[in-house]
C-alpha cells in the first residue's frame, strides 16, 4: 500500500481542485471571470496537460516564478530522492553514481522542457469570442526586425502566432524599426489575422508603444533626457500628419520601465505630456513582476484621469502561449480596411478610456511577502490546477497513474 501513496495524494489534490473549479480566465481589472470570451485548446494540449499546463504557466511567469520553478524542482526532487530505499554501506559507491546519473537527467529533462515550452510551436489555448463584434486584439509585438527579436519571426511568424492565439488583430511594434505590418498587409492576400502600424520608441528610462503611426519615427535625441522624452511625447500627441486617418498616434507607456524608472510624479507627467494609455500586465518576466498592488494604483489612476488600460503578449517570438488579450466591441470591424480599423481602434481607445477595453488574462496566483513570494510556485501550480478543465484534469491524473503503475511493474520481483 505504501507505493500507492504518492498517486493517491495526488489524485486527492486533483479532485479537491476540481471540486474548487474556478474560471482559467479573469479580468485583470476587476478580478472577475469574462462572459463573452473563453478558451479553446487543441486536442494535444489536454492530453499531454501536465507539460502544457505547466509551459503555459511558465510562459506568463514573471522571474521569480522561474527562479521559483528551479528552486521547487531540485527541492521535490531531492525529497523525492531520499524517500527511495536504503542502501547497505557497502554499495555507497554504486548509489553515489547512480544518483549522479539521475542528476543529470532531472538537468536534461528540465532543460529540454524549457525549450519544448518557450521555442518549439506547440499547441496552446485560443481565445474564442461569443460575438463577432468583438475584436481580440495585442498592442504590443515584435518581429526579427527588433534587436532583440527572434531570427526567422518575422511577419508571417507573428501573424501565425497571434492567429493560433485567438488574436484577430496585432499591432506590430519593433524596438525604433517600421514596416513589418506593411510587408503583412502586401502579402497575405486577404488572410487574418491583420497586423497593424505601431512602433516601440526607446527613450529616457522608458518604452513608448506608438499605435497607428504611418511612418517611421525616430527616438533619438529625444532619449537623451526625461524632459526631452516628454517633449517628444508632446509632439506626437498632436502629431496628426503620422498617425492614423488624420488622427495622431495613440501612445502607451510599456512594462516594466515606467515602473521601474518613472514611477511616482513621472506618472503624472506622462500623462501631462500626452501619454494616453498604460500597460498594466505584460507577459514577459521582468514585467510580470509588477507588484500587483502597484497594479492596482495604476488601474485607479486610469479611472481618475481617463487613461487607456492595456495588456501586452510583448512577443519576441519566444515563450510560444499567450497569457493576456485584449477584447473591445466594434461593429463591422470586419469590412473596413486596415487603415480604417487602425483608425476606428484608436478613436474607440480616445472615446471611452477606461471603459473600451477588457483586458482577460489566464488567471494566477501573485502573493505578497517574501514568505508569498516563497511558495508562489506551488500556489501558482494549485490556481492552475483549479483552472483546469476537467478533461484537463483527467488527463493529468491519467499520467500520474501511469507513471505509478510502471514504477511497480519495474519494482515487483518476477515470480520464483
Same mark, same amino acid.
Not at 526607446?202 to 516628454?230: C, E, I, K, Y
Not at 478543465?389 to 503503475?405: E, I, T
Given at each position: 500500500?505504501?507505493?500507492? @501513496?504518492?498517486?493517491?495524494?495526488?489524485?486527492?489534490?486533483?479532485?479537491?481542485?476540481?471540486?474548487?473549479?474556478?474560471?482559467?480566465?479573469?479580468?485583470?481589472?476587476?478580478?472577475?471571470?469574462?462572459?463573452?470570451?473563453?478558451?479553446?485548446?487543441?486536442?494535444?494540449?489536454?492530453?499531454?496537460?501536465?507539460?502544457?499546463?505547466?509551459? $503555459?504557466?511558465?510562459?506568463?511567469?514573471?522571474?521569480?516564478?522561474?527562479?521559483?520553478?528551479?528552486?521547487?524542482?531540485?527541492?521535490?526532487?531531492?525529497?523525492?530522492?531520499?524517500?527511495?530505499? =536504503?542502501?547497505?554501506?557497502?554499495?555507497?559507491?554504486?548509489?553515489?553514481? !547512480?544518483?549522479?546519473?539521475? =542528476?543529470?537527467?532531472?538537468?536534461?529533462?528540465?532543460?529540454?522542457?524549457?525549450?519544448?515550452?518557450? @521555442?518549439?510551436?506547440?499547441?496552446?489555448?485560443?481565445?474564442?469570442?461569443?460575438?463577432?463584434?468583438?475584436?481580440?486584439?495585442?498592442?504590443?509585438?515584435?518581429?526579427?526586425?527588433?534587436?532583440?527579436?527572434?531570427?526567422?519571426?518575422?511577419?508571417?511568424?507573428?501573424?501565425?502566432?497571434?492567429?493560433?492565439?485567438?488574436?484577430?488583430?496585432?499591432?506590430?511594434?519593433?524596438?525604433?524599426?517600421?514596416?513589418?505590418?506593411?510587408?503583412?498587409?502586401?502579402?497575405?492576400?486577404?488572410?487574418?489575422?491583420?497586423?497593424?502600424?505601431?512602433?516601440?520608441?526607446?527613450?529616457?528610462?522608458?518604452?513608448?508603444?506608438?499605435?497607428?503611426?504611418?511612418?517611421?519615427?525616430?527616438?533619438?535625441?529625444?532619449?537623451?533626457?526625461?524632459?526631452?522624452?516628454?517633449?517628444?511625447?508632446?509632439?506626437?500627441? @498632436? $502629431?496628426?500628419?503620422?498617425?492614423?486617418?488624420?488622427?495622431?498616434?495613440?501612445?502607451?507607456?510599456?512594462?516594466?520601465?515606467?515602473?521601474?524608472?518613472?514611477?511616482?510624479?513621472?506618472?503624472?507627467?506622462?500623462?501631462?505630456?500626452?501619454?494616453?494609455?498604460?500597460?498594466?500586465?505584460?507577459?514577459?518576466?521582468?514585467?510580470?513582476?509588477?507588484?500587483?498592488?502597484? !497594479?492596482?494604483?495604476?488601474?485607479?489612476?486610469?479611472?481618475?484621469?481617463?487613461?487607456?488600460?492595456? =495588456?501586452?503578449?510583448?512577443?519576441?517570438?519566444?515563450?510560444?502561449?499567450?497569457?493576456?488579450?485584449?477584447?473591445?466591441?466594434?461593429?463591422?470591424?470586419?469590412?473596413?480596411?486596415?487603415?480604417?480599423?487602425? =483608425?476606428?481602434?484608436?478613436?474607440?481607445?480616445?472615446?471611452?478610456?477606461?471603459?473600451?477595453?477588457?483586458?482577460?488574462?489566464?488567471?494566477?496566483?501573485?502573493?505578497?511577502?517574501?514568505?508569498?513570494?516563497?511558495?508562489?510556485?506551488?500556489?501558482?501550480?494549485?490556481?492552475?490546477?483549479?483552472?483546469?478543465?476537467?478533461?484537463?484534469?483527467?488527463?493529468?491524473?491519467?499520467?500520474?497513474?501511469?507513471?505509478?503503475?510502471?514504477?511497480? @511493474?519495474?519494482?515487483?520481483?518476477?515470480?520464483?
Amino acid at each position: 500500500m505504501r507505493r500507492w @501513496r504518492l498517486p493517491l495524494a495526488l489524485s486527492a489534490i486533483l479532485v479537491l481542485a476540481q471540486l474548487l473549479h474556478t474560471a482559467p480566465l479573469a479580468d485583470v481589472v476587476s478580478g472577475s471571470a469574462p462572459s463573452q470570451v473563453r478558451l479553446s485548446y487543441p486536442a494535444f494540449h489536454v492530453v499531454f496537460a501536465p507539460l502544457t499546463l505547466l509551459a $503555459d504557466y511558465l510562459n506568463g511567469g514573471s522571474v521569480a516564478d522561474l527562479k521559483g520553478f528551479g528552486v521547487w524542482t531540485l527541492l521535490v526532487y531531492l525529497l523525492l530522492r531520499l524517500a527511495l530505499p =536504503g542502501r547497505p554501506l557497502a554499495r555507497l559507491p554504486s548509489r553515489a553514481a !547512480r544518483e549522479a546519473g539521475a =542528476g543529470l537527467w532531472l538537468l536534461v529533462a528540465a532543460g529540454l522542457f524549457l525549450w519544448w515550452g518557450a @521555442r518549439w510551436s506547440r499547441p496552446i489555448p485560443r481565445l474564442v469570442a461569443s460575438d463577432s463584434a468583438l475584436v481580440i486584439f495585442d498592442i504590443h509585438s515584435h518581429t526579427s526586425a527588433s534587436h532583440d527579436g527572434r531570427s526567422r519571426f518575422g511577419a508571417a511568424a507573428n501573424a501565425s502566432w497571434h492567429l493560433r492565439a485567438g488574436f484577430d488583430v496585432a499591432f506590430v511594434t519593433d524596438h525604433n524599426v517600421f514596416g513589418a505590418a506593411r510587408q503583412w498587409q502586401r502579402d497575405r492576400a486577404g488572410r487574418p489575422p491583420r497586423l497593424l502600424d505601431g512602433e516601440e520608441l526607446s527613450l529616457a528610462g522608458l518604452h513608448l508603444v506608438v499605435l497607428g503611426n504611418s511612418a517611421p519615427l525616430d527616438n533619438m535625441p529625444w532619449n537623451a533626457t526625461f524632459d526631452s522624452t516628454l517633449a517628444l511625447i508632446a509632439q506626437l500627441a @498632436r $502629431d496628426t500628419l503620422h498617425g492614423a486617418r488624420g488622427q495622431p498616434p495613440y501612445l502607451v507607456a510599456s512594462l516594466p520601465e515606467y515602473w521601474r524608472n518613472h514611477w511616482g510624479a513621472d506618472l503624472g507627467r506622462l500623462v501631462s505630456a500626452g501619454v494616453q494609455g498604460m500597460e498594466i500586465w505584460t507577459t514577459s518576466p521582468r514585467a510580470m513582476s509588477f507588484p500587483s498592488a502597484l !497594479r492596482s494604483q495604476v488601474i485607479a489612476r486610469g479611472r481618475v484621469d481617463a487613461i487607456g488600460l492595456f =495588456g501586452a503578449t510583448d512577443m519576441h517570438g519566444l515563450g510560444y502561449a499567450a497569457t493576456v488579450w485584449n477584447v473591445t466591441r466594434l461593429e463591422g470591424w470586419r469590412a473596413l480596411t486596415d487603415s480604417a480599423l487602425t =483608425g476606428a481602434l484608436l478613436a474607440r481607445f480616445r472615446e471611452r478610456p477606461g471603459n473600451a477595453v477588457q483586458v482577460v488574462a489566464l488567471r494566477r496566483a501573485q502573493p505578497e511577502g517574501a514568505a508569498g513570494r516563497a511558495f508562489a510556485f506551488p500556489l501558482g501550480l494549485w490556481t492552475v490546477l483549479r483552472g483546469a478543465s476537467p478533461a484537463h484534469a483527467l488527463a493529468v491524473g491519467g499520467w500520474v497513474w501511469v507513471v505509478a503503475l510502471l514504477r511497480s @511493474r519495474r519494482r515487483t520481483p518476477p515470480a520464483p
